[in-house]
Every structure is written in C-alpha cells, then in structure tokens.
C-alpha cells in the first residue's frame, strides 16, 4: 500500500483533476501512472477520503479526453513518424502493414481492449488515428473501454480500500500471477502466428507499404 502514501499528498491537493490530468496525458500517449493513480485514488475512496464515482467519472473523462487526442496526433502527423523512426522501436515495415491489416479487420477490439493493456492503453489511440479508423467507431469503442476499465479498477481499488487488511496480500500475488500468465501467452500467441498475419496482411496490401486512406 506504499503507492497509495505516495500519491495522497498529491491527490489531496489536486484531487480529481489529477486524475483527469494525468489518465488524460497517459491516453494521449505521455508515459504517466495513469492506472496507478486510479487504483490509488479509489483506495483512499474506499477508506472514505474521496468520493468513488468521482474517482470513476475523473478517469473515464481523462481517458477518453486524452485517446481522442492520441487519434488526432496519430491520423495527422502519425504515418510520417512511423514510417521513418519506427524501425528503431521494432516497427519495420511489415509490422506497419500488419497493424494496418489488423486495424481493418479488428480496430474496434483492439482500442477496447487496449484499454486494459500497460503498453496500448498507452498508443492504441494514436495507432488508430494512424491507420485512420473511423472516428465514429473509435469514439464509441473507446468511450465504452474507457468507462469499462475505469469502472473496474475504480471499484476494485475501493473494494481493497474497504478491507486491505485482509485482501491486499492475495489479491495482490494472485493479480501479479494473473498478469504474468497473461503475459507469457500473449507473447507465445503473437510470437506463433505473427509470420502468417503478415502473410495474410501483404495479400491484403500487396507492394510498397503507403499510407491508409481516410474513410469515405
């Protein structure tokens, strides 16, 4: 629980708008604890020192504030960046078009889902705005994750914050080996069928890689 000492001065002086603030800029692709200071705040709602659906409301909102400024960044000024720096983050070609592929066949899933994944909560938002997903889905699977994984972690923090005493050891080993065998299958499913998506996504854009086309 030293995380929660760590962030109450803070959130006691700032408090919901830090939470705005810092889910917004982790959203918009800013590294920032976005989900830290969630769990932490809604801890200290649970221990009666802020309210809950404050905390739930103050996330969501950053959270869809701060994607919606991660698409904009990414559909402006996204491919270009991509296209020349991303090789040195292990974003070659093929992968570009791979995330092209996968965006036309599941963009909704992916900025949904991303919601609840360290590294794409983080750039999900600006790798849809660089594959031009439409914003009208984008905005309503993303307002749906948002509110979802702010609803989550928002109550489960207050539910540890009623009864941390008794909860917070298991849940907290149980959470971490969750989240390691989470990890390890992932890696092992994207590592075994990484080569056939990219067969898959150069019959679906064969030649050159170019930019996606904005939607009709």
């Known amino acids: 629980m030293a995380f929660v000492h ?21 959203s918009a692709g800013v590294p920032m604890p976005g989900e830290t200071i969630l769990v932490a705040a809604a801890i200290l709602a649970g221990q009666g020192k802020m309210h809950l659906w404050g905390v739930i409301g103050a996330a969501a909102g950053g959270a869809i ?30 992968r570009l ?25 983080a750039f999900a938002a600006f ?18 994750g948002g509110i979802v994984w702010a609803s989550i972690f928002g109550v489960g923090g207050y539910m540890l914050g009623r009864a941390f005493e008794v909860y917070a050891r298991p849940v907290g080993i149980a959470a971490l080996v969750v989240a390691l065998i989470a990890f390890f299958l992932s890696a ?9 998506l990219e067969e898959e996504a150069e019959r679906a854009f064969p030649g050159p890689l170019v930019p996606p086309k904005p939607p009709r």
């Open 127 to 144: 790798l849809a705005g660089v594959n031009h997903f439409n914003w009208e889905r984008f905005f309503f699977y993303n307002a749906a």
């Open 65 to 94: 504030l701060g994607d919606n400024c991660g698409y904009w960044i990414g559909r402006e000024f996204g491919f270009p960046i991509a296209y020349r720096w991303g090789r040195y983050v292990h974003l070659d070609e093929k």
């Open 188 to 196: 092992r499913f994207v590592r075994y069928h990484e080569q056939q």
């Open 97 to 121: 078009k791979l995330g092209q592929y996968l965006f036309l066949r599941h963009g909704g899933k992916i900025v949904f889902f991303g919601r609840f994944v360290a590294l794409l909560r």
């Open 6 to 26: 760590h962030f109450q001065d803070f959130l006691e002086t700032y408090g919901y708008l830090a939470i705005f603030v810092i889910v917004g800029l982790e």
